[in-house]
């Protein structure tokens, strides 16, 4: 368990302590010794995730030998005391725990890993050989890790225990267990996140956020914030030259809302204030007074359908879209089925979580440009978005790419990129903003809650006859990319099961309560956790198990499928994940325990008729390097890796002189990383820049283009008959089983097929971390907010994740059906990893207690538990 020591204000005008074997001396305003270390100190392996909350562990430090959160420790108590962190580590220390992570998996963003690794420290320190990854598991409750579902953290445990680290080595090409791109560095804290990151004259912003999610604004007094001393600025509506919306689809969100406007939820921004730190802009934030004239909220979707008012200023109607299609006459097809279903099913609101908060720096160049350093999901979209709002052409806007600490679909919107270029542009100095946790929590967009109504129906024999679907999703105010998730469930409605008639409606509604967008998922999972529903409850009916059910529909080549796709030879995969799991099914049943099947698929890439061209460039240095660019954000996936292991694969250059850089100085915009596109795409534009550059020689200097395009899809709008809706699906099978004795989830068998694995090691660190989330959204996590459109969730222990001693063991196996037209066969994996889950967990808690569940989170009934 972590020590706490009591926070206290700081009695003095300075503090002294020891860091790293040396004495420091340090201003005595500081909030807590995080904000010392990292602020005036430059200490930046201490990650700032919560603070002042101490609950993800990202800022652990060692005081006196003992592990503490740093941002819960005052310099009071500091004082006089000897505080080590990463940097100070013996530096064969530092390289046995980088090696131990990078060569198990054992970390994907990075983020959390240096306060692990600290804490790790005080354990082996004290255990030695005899820590076990139980242990461990019990003594990590004080980090989140929101990556890896913590399986490959104890399997460094292991090792590191053991003594026996394996070599940590980058080589290989496609299908090599190698390290992550950078690793090494990051287990260290030595690769700078955008907080991280330090420049000459650097002011701070703070935003001023909304107080009402609805209410016209009357009247804003920055007066009070401006007389504090420090601050050099406030920037409001008032003082943006360019348009005051953005939006990635839909340009509707504003950047400010001005006097004379309305909020239409908590996080919009009133204000920013620009500081000489950080201290003081949060501060004076709060001084911006704001006169409201508050409206009634629209928060019930159903209800805002047909509200009479709109939820969103300046926008007529709350309906930001529809998707249907239908396919026969569903409604005879059910009267004539030997059994049928009807159930109502809702899944609620989710917080993504990312341990790295939201944040910006722009720094004016000497050639007149600005240049941005953002961790977003687009760093095109944040070009394109920033000059509109600046008034000025996108070539005099530069966005570089910093690796992120997480995002799942998260960081797709712009969060405060705007407002910081804004204030950096007007002042001509650098400024960076970054959010605080609870500032995140309410700006960004979240999963949609969705209501799901479904009428099923069978023959005798089990085979589906129709599925008949109602979708109706609460998107918040702006339309993010909220219309393309319905839509998406829309698609997935039926799962990856053959249904010779159908009808799908799906709806996004616009509301006033938090923005809901894009998460890891996107709609197939809210989708398909009804399916699987119906799919046990048929299959209780026809007096057959779940599955062979599921073996009696799965959907084959050749076969209809949904909107009308006829299935390519891809599709094998979903029957490869069943037969591959069905002896883990068969042993758990034979043993007695509550058993759940899911089986999900999930499309790669955009789909729908979108035009989707992917471009790199390789260029060769004078000395032999290879510097790969392409057009995907790095967050914790692996896209770094799988461009390095597609260069090793194809000129065969050691895998060291491999260097990635994203940013905005070359035009290879393909959009968001998002729909486990980069993989798949990134792979075949990489592919082919190394084509050209053999073609050619490789000489040095050049700029090799190359290319990948999916320019074969339909969107369900067209009416087409068939339409290939998506030009790639992967697919997965998920047995959960529960102990009866203690009511728990024992175990999880993911069985993914991937199409082709680049690398088998991270495809396992995903499918782990994906059914680490997609148990939390089985089961424990939710992100409601009350009739006024206020979050009930405010801190991240609150929010119901699943820390390391919860994680049932995970037991993954990778199957490899290739996807046809697709670079190396590759089929996407970083989404479909939790869309059978929460399925799956339905079924084995209904073989717990025979209760049928329809609505998200689930638990076990009282008393489930036998004894």
């Known amino acids: 368990m972590t020590e706490t020591l009591a926070k206290t204000s700081s009695a003095g005008t300075h503090s002294r302590f020891n860091l790293n074997g040396r004495p420091v001396e340090v201003c005595g305003e500081h909030p807590h010794l995080l904000s010392a270390l990292r602020e005036e100190l430059g200490v930046v392996s201490t990650k700032d995730g919560c603070s002042p909350s101490g609950q993800c562990g990202c800022c652990t430090v060692l005081i006196d030998g003992k592990a503490f959160v740093s941002c819960q420790v005052s310099l009071e108590k500091a004082a006089g005391k000897s505080v080590t962190t990463l940097e100070g580590f013996d530096p064969a220390e530092r390289e046995r725990f980088a090696a131990a992570f990078a060569s198990t998996g054992a970390l994907q963003c990075g983020f959390c890993t240096p306060g692990i690794i600290v804490r790790l420290k005080a354990l082996l320190d004290k255990k030695g050989p005899d820590l076990t990854r139980e242990d461990a598991a019990r003594h990590l409750g004080a980090h989140?890790?929101?990556?890896?579902?913590?399986?490959?953290?104890?399997?460094?445990?292991?090792?590191?225990?053991?003594?026996?680290?394996?070599?940590?080595?980058?080589?290989?090409?496609?299908?090599?267990?190698?390290?992550?791109?950078?690793?090494?560095?990051?287990?260290?804290?030595?690769?700078?996140?955008?907080?991280?990151?330090?420049?000459?004259?650097?002011?701070?912003?703070?935003?001023?956020?909304?107080?009402?999610?609805?209410?016209?604004?009357?009247?804003?007094?920055?007066?009070?914030?401006?007389?504090?001393?420090?601050?050099?600025?406030?920037?409001?509506?008032?003082?943006?030259?360019?348009?005051?919306?953005?939006?990635?689809?839909?340009?509707?969100?504003?950047?400010?809302?001005?006097?004379?406007?309305?909020?239409?939820?908590?996080?919009?921004?009133?204000?920013?204030?620009?500081?000489?730190?950080?201290?003081?802009?949060?501060?004076?934030?709060?001084?911006?007074?704001?006169?409201?004239?508050?409206?009634?909220?629209?928060?019930?979707?159903?209800?805002?359908?047909?509200?009479?008012?709109?939820?969103?200023?300046?926008?007529?109607?709350?309906?930001?879209?529809?998707?249907?299609?239908?396919?026969?006459?569903?409604?005879?097809?059910?009267?004539?089925?030997?059994?049928?279903?009807?159930?109502?099913?809702?899944?609620?609101?989710?917080?993504?979580?990312?341990?790295?908060?939201?944040?910006?720096?722009?720094?004016?160049?000497?050639d007149g440009k600005l240049k941005i350093f953002s961790g977003g999901q687009g760093v095109w979209d944040d070009r394109k978005q920033i000059a509109s709002v600046l008034g000025i052409p996108v070539e005099q806007v530069v966005v570089e790419q910093v690796s992120n600490g997480g995002a799942f679909g998260g960081k797709e919107d712009m969060s405060n990129q705007s407002q910081t270029a804004l204030a950096s542009w007007l002042l001509r100095r650098p400024v960076k903003c970054t959010m605080s946790r609870q500032e995140s929590f309410l700006v960004h967009p979240k999963r949609h809650p969705i209501r799901l109504e479904y009428w099923a129906g069978c023959d005798d024999q089990g085979k589906l006859t129709a599925v008949k679907a109602r979708m109706i999703g609460d998107s918040g105010p702006y339309a993010s990319v909220g219309m393309k998730v319905l839509e998406r469930a829309a698609g997935h409605a039926s799962g990856p099961y053959r249904v010779p008639t159908i009808d799908v409606e799906s709806m996004a509604v616009r509301t006033n309560n938090p923005v809901c967008g894009a998460f890891r998922g996107f709609g197939a999972n809210q989708a398909q956790f009804a399916m699987e529903g119906v799919m046990d409850q048929l299959a209780e009916k026809v007096g057959i198990s779940g599955c062979e059910m599921r073996a009696r529909n799965v959907v084959h080549p050749g076969q209809v499928w949904g909107p009308g796709q006829v299935m390519d030879d891809g599709c094998r995969g979903a029957q490869a994940c069943l037969e591959a799991v069905k002896p883990a099914y068969d042993e758990a049943v034979s043993a007695g325990k509550a058993v759940g099947l899911g089986l999900g698929l999930k499309n790669s890439g955009l789909g729908n008729g979108f035009l989707e061209i992917v471009k790199a460039v390789v260029r060769f240095s004078g000395t032999g390097d290879v510097e790969v660019r392409h057009c995907w954000t790095e967050m914790g996936q692996g896209i770094h890796t799988v461009a390095r292991q597609v260069v090793v694969q194809e000129l065969g250059v050691a895998a060291e002189r491999v260097h990635v850089v994203v940013d905005t100085t070359r035009e290879l915009d393909a959009g968001q990383t998002t729909g486990s596109r980069g993989t798949l795409m990134g792979a075949g534009a990489v592919?082919?820049?190394?084509?050209?550059?053999?073609?050619?020689?490789?000489?040095?200097?050049?700029?090799?283009?190359?290319?990948?395009?999916?320019?074969?899809?339909?969107?369900?709008?067209?009416?087409?008959?068939?339409?290939?809706?998506?030009s790639a699906f992967s697919y997965a099978a998920q047995l959960v089983v529960i102990d009866r004795e203690t009511a728990q989830v024992d175990k999880v068998v993911a069985v993914h097929d991937v199409g082709r694995a680049v690398n088998p090691m991270l495809c396992e660190g995903q499918v782990e971390g994906a059914v680490h989330m997609g148990l939390g959204y089985a089961m424990s996590e939710e992100f409601p907010s009350d009739a006024e459109g206020r979050p009930l969730k405010t801190t991240l222990r609150s929010l119901g994740i699943l820390r390391a001693k919860d994680v049932p063991l995970i037991e993954t196996v990778l199957v490899e059906v290739p996807q046809p037209r697709s670079p190396y066969g590759i089929k996407g994996m970083g989404e479909i990893g939790l869309v059978p889950t929460a399925g799956a967990v339905a079924a084995a808690l209904h073989g717990l207690d025979g209760e049928w569940r329809s609505t998200l989170p689930m638990r076990a009934s009282t008393g489930a538990a036998e004894g």
Do not use: M
């Open 144 to 366: 989140l890790c929101r990556c890896t579902g913590y399986t490959k953290i104890l399997d460094a445990v292991e090792v590191l225990a053991s003594g026996n680290i394996p070599d940590a080595t980058p080589s290989g090409g496609i299908g090599a267990r190698a390290i992550k791109y950078e690793s090494l560095e990051h287990a260290l804290g030595d690769c700078d996140y955008v907080d991280d990151i330090r420049v000459p004259g650097l002011l701070h912003g703070a935003l001023r956020l909304a107080d009402h999610a609805r209410a016209e604004v009357v009247r804003i007094d920055t007066a009070a914030a401006l007389a504090v001393p420090g601050v050099e600025a406030v920037f409001t509506a008032a003082d943006v030259p360019g348009s005051l919306r953005v939006g990635i689809i839909h340009t509707d969100w504003p950047v400010f809302i001005p006097e004379g406007g309305r909020t239409s939820y908590l996080g919009d921004v009133i204000a920013i204030v620009v500081a000489g730190s950080r201290v003081t802009a949060r501060e004076a934030a709060q001084l911006v007074d704001v006169e409201y004239r508050p409206l009634r909220p629209l928060t019930d979707a159903l209800a805002a359908i047909g509200d009479p008012e709109d939820a969103v200023w300046e926008l007529k109607g709350n309906v930001l879209s529809r998707s249907a299609y239908r396919r026969g006459e569903v409604d005879p097809a059910l009267a004539a089925s030997a059994h049928t279903v009807h159930e109502i099913f809702q899944t609620q609101r989710v917080e993504h979580a990312f341990l790295e908060p939201e944040s910006t720096l722009a720094v004016p160049q000497e």
């Open 687 to 726: 592919a082919d820049a190394c084509r050209h550059a053999r073609a050619d020689g490789c000489r040095p200097g050049v700029d090799y283009l190359g290319e990948y395009r999916v320019d074969w899809t339909n969107s369900i709008e067209e009416g087409t008959e068939h339409p290939t809706i998506h």
